[in-house]
């Protein structure tokens, strides 16, 4: 069986990965599956255990690093991230395509260490920085100094930027989504 390929997609939390996300995942012709990541991070009102993230103590995060159990792992404003390695090569190997949605520092561990063949990596940018904190302010799931923490952070990892394959500006969101199904079928070769 022809093994998947991983959709790697990074971009500033309130860019409207979310809704990018949520509907590439429903469009099954994709055939993606989601990597569901581990965090130290609490959990937001709507999120569940198991389907966003797996919710960990520090102790547990610090376990699984030990036992190399990541693909990747990061740490972001104040919390750790990180991507479960058996997971991954499971869908992969079942021939899904696994769509990981990360930061730019464990995008480039990830770059580093899968062959470039196998991965689609694209940085999903808002059209400006003001229009991001306008977004995260809409959003209303952090305070104001984690929104500003999280533009700061912003401004740094858009140096990362070119580390992608594509970049891709989410002016409006169905153009978005079109054009990154676009990139996928392409290198589905559909
Ligand atoms: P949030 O707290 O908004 O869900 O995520 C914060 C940041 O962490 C986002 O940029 C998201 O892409 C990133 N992130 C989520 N899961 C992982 C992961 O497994 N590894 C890394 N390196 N970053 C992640």
Redesign the pocket.
Known sequence: MRQGFIVL?????GVG?GTLIHSLLADQTLNLSF?V???T?KP?PNEKDGI??FFVSHETFLKNIEENN?L???Q??G?R???PRDYVEKLLNEGKNVL????V???R?LLKNVDSEKVLSLYIMPPSVQELVRRLRLRGSEDEATIQR?AERFKE?IKYKDQYQHIIINDELETCINDVKALIREKMNI
């Open positions: 997609i990074s971009g500033p939390s990965k990597s990541s581990m965090t991070r937001r966003h993230y990541f990747e792992h990061a972001f404003v919390n991230y990180g991507t990981i949605e990360i930061e520092d464990g995008a561990q999280r990892e």
